[in-house]
T-cell receptor
């Protein structure tokens, strides 16, 4: 079945550092890919998405590119802020499907 | 603003008790979901519903049941709580057909079973 694997956390960085959180997937066909973020004490919210190969999703300075050849969707940000401290989830779905498959989550802490 | 509201943020129950977790959404969404979130395991789907009175099992339905009598409300029921059901429970909703995968989540209900 479909699955999503994220890099192990926790990840701790200093403010203004470059961020990469790796995400790879296993799925049949051409799934849509997502990054969700969970800030402390809150539910998850959609950060960005890409629906076909080579698409780049972006939001709030974060970017991720849908790489079908490597089945990856790595999350990047050029300069992180303390307010980016959260848990990040990579996920996939098949278009029109009713549900998402999530990775295990990566906790990110940014120190001032 | 769109909103998914879970009735209880924190619950403490005893083994064998019946537990109800309630979720209400105000977006007129057709789909509703219950996930549990555990460290290192991410989110795992328990049940989902794509219409009133309709339900489908997710990946880990054992020990749970659900009820959807009205479009806006989706309840998760633990018939006889056990300690391995201690977890964070997240409710979510989305438009029919899954759209482009945007789920709207509640803040979660942290359940401790003693």
């Amino acid at each position: 079945g479909d699955s999503v694997t994220q890099m192990e956390g926790p990840v701790t960085l200093s403010e203004e550092a470059f961020l990469t959180i790796n995400c790879t997937y296993t799925a049949t066909g051409y799934p849509s890919l997502f990054w969700y973020v969970q800030y402390p004490g809150e539910g998850l919210q959609l950060l960005l998405k890409a629906t076909k190969a080579d698409d780049k999703g972006s939001n709030k300075g974060f970017e991720a590119t849908y790489r079908k050849e490597t089945t990856s969707f790595h999350l990047e940000k050029g300069s992180v802020q303390v307010s980016d401290s959260a848990v990040y989830f990579c996920a996939l779905s098949h278009q029109g499907a009713q549900k998402l498959v999530f990775g295990q989550g990566t906790r990110l802490t940014i120190n001032p | 603003d769109v909103k998914v509201t879970q009735s209880s943020r924190y619950l403490v129950k005893r083994t064998g008790e019946k537990v109800f977790l309630e979720c209400v959404q105000d977006m007129d969404h057709e789909n509703m979901f219950w996930y549990r979130q555990d460290p290192g395991l991410g989110l795992r789907l328990i049940y989902f519903s794509y219409d009133v009175k309709m339900k489908e099992k997710g990946d880990i339905p054992e020990g749970y049941s659900v009820s959807r009598e009205k479009k806006e409300r989706f309840s998760l029921i633990l018939e006889s709580a056990s300690t391995n059901q201690t977890s964070m429970y997240l409710c979510a909703s989305s438009l029919a057909g899954g759209g482009y995968g945007e789920l709207f989540f509640g803040e979660g209900s942290r359940l401790t079973v003693l």
